[in-house]
């Protein structure tokens, strides 16, 4: 029986920040995708998994980020990165979270940094509140900048058992990284790779026989 919903925040509740990565590697003559290449290296001891689990300040990942970027080719300045992480709101996604709401535990899951404000690490005023109320829909959150773990070690989705009340087979969790999703999976949660709101919204209506109003259903 199925008895939360663990939601991913960026990528999922709101749009990727891979598409602002893009935006800004384009328009700084960098190769595509080169950010989230940079970022899968040394997953564990990169300067932006350490950032992620508050092992640094924002001045140290700034140089770290510079260092790591340049000795793959591309100086790029952590702190021009970060501010790439805002995300805007999916609407039809926080139209499920509320709905899922009424029936299950909804928790969220976020690799984040302490910059910006809150989980959604946002700088502009107006959106910042927007988020705001939509992590108020949120009955646990779970952030590897507030606990010093993330995603994907094992360790970061016991907690959020532990802190929802459930045991990994009670859980479906929607991510838009697969890296994150296997060790999921392997505890025995039901896994959904997001690859848009649609397809994630009729993945979930799948597995919890609620109605998202998809026209497949």
């Known amino acids: 029986m199925i008895r939360a919903i663990f939601w991913d925040f960026g990528g999922v509740i709101t749009s990727s920040p891979f598409e602002a990565f893009n935006r800004y590697e384009q328009a700084h003559d960098l190769p595509r995708d080169f950010i989230r290449r940079l970022n899968a290296r040394n997953p ?3 300067a932006w998994a350490r ?3 508050s092992e640094m300040t924002l001045a140290e990942f700034d140089r770290a980020f510079a260092e790591e970027s340049a000795a793959a080719g591309h100086a790029v300045p952590g702190r021009e990165v970060i501010r790439l992480l805002a995300g805007e709101p999916r609407p039809q996604m926080v139209v ?3 709905r899922c709401g009424e029936h299950f535990i909804n928790a969220c899951l976020t690799n984040n ?3 910006g404000e809150g989980p959604g690490m946002q700088f502009d005023t107006d959106r910042a509140g927007e988020i705001a109320r939509i992590m108020q829909l949120f009955d646990v959150v779970v952030e590897s900048s507030a606990v010093g773990v993330r995603k994907p070690d094992p360790a970061f989705y016991r907690l959020a058992c532990e802190q929802a009340g459930v ?3 009670e859980v479906v969790y929607l991510d838009d990284l697969g890296v994150n999703l296997k060790p999921a999976r392997a505890m025995g949660m039901t896994t959904i790779k997001v690859t848009g709101p649609e397809q994630a919204l009729d993945d979930l209506a799948d597995c919890t026989g609620l109605d998202f109003g998809s026209p497949r259903r």
Do not use: C
């Open 44 to 46: 564990d001891t990169n």
């Open 51 to 53: 950032f992620e689990r």
């Open 96 to 98: 499920a979270l509320k």
């Open 113 to 115: 940094v302490r910059f």
């Open 167 to 169: 045991q990994p087979p």
